[in-house]
């Protein structure tokens, strides 16, 4: 049964794949899951809008994302690199990202969580499970977790 989740937090979807970022903002939508969804397409893109830069230079210096998910074979510049940066950067370091990729190295997984992931998920290939996946990720992550205020990055 679908639960509504009314949280004010953005969620940055950092996404290459067309089907995968259709399936997610599908399964957020039949979870229940109303929150605004940012999609940012390769990694370029991601730390513009988070950082300001770019196609993004005029958003607001409050709209960051309450959650980041985040894909780690992306063009221009890849999930690893991009979660480094979020990392290093005193406005984003408390942001939650969840790494949701394709990718079963070890050595993914393992540099994920030395950069500072939060949580590593590997996509479903099987359709229904992909979406009780986003559906439990988004529960989680914006019902359940108690995240870190936004603005202590700004004190």
Same mark, same amino acid.
Request: glycine residues 16%; hydrophobic residues 35%.
């Given at each position: 049964m679908p639960y509504s989740i &009314?949280?004010?937090? @953005?969620l940055l979807l950092v996404e290459d794949n067309a089907d995968d970022e259709e399936l997610t903002l599908m399964a957020f939508e039949q979870g229940g899951i109303t929150n605004p969804v940012v999609v940012a397409r390769d990694g370029v893109e991601a730390l513009d809008y988070l950082f300001g830069t770019g196609i993004y $230079?005029? $958003?607001p210096a409050e709209n960051l994302p309450a959650l #980041? !998910? !985040?894909d780690l074979q992306l063009p221009r #510049? &890849? %999930?690893l690199e991009v979660l480094q940066r979020i990392r290093h950067n005193p +406005?984003? +370091?408390l942001i939650p990202v969840v790494i949701l990729t394709t990718s079963n190295e070890q050595q993914d997984l393992v540099e994920s969580y030395s950069l500072g992931c939060n949580s590593y998920i590997q996509k479903p290939v099987d359709y229904d499970q992909f979406l009780n996946v986003i559906q439990q @990720? %988004?529960?989680y992550w914006l019902v359940i977790n108690s995240p870190p205020p936004l603005s202590a990055a700004y004190e």
């Open positions: &009314n949280t004010p937090g @953005l $230079r005029d $958003r #980041i !998910l !985040l #510049i &890849n %999930g +406005q984003t +370091q @990720l %988004g529960m």
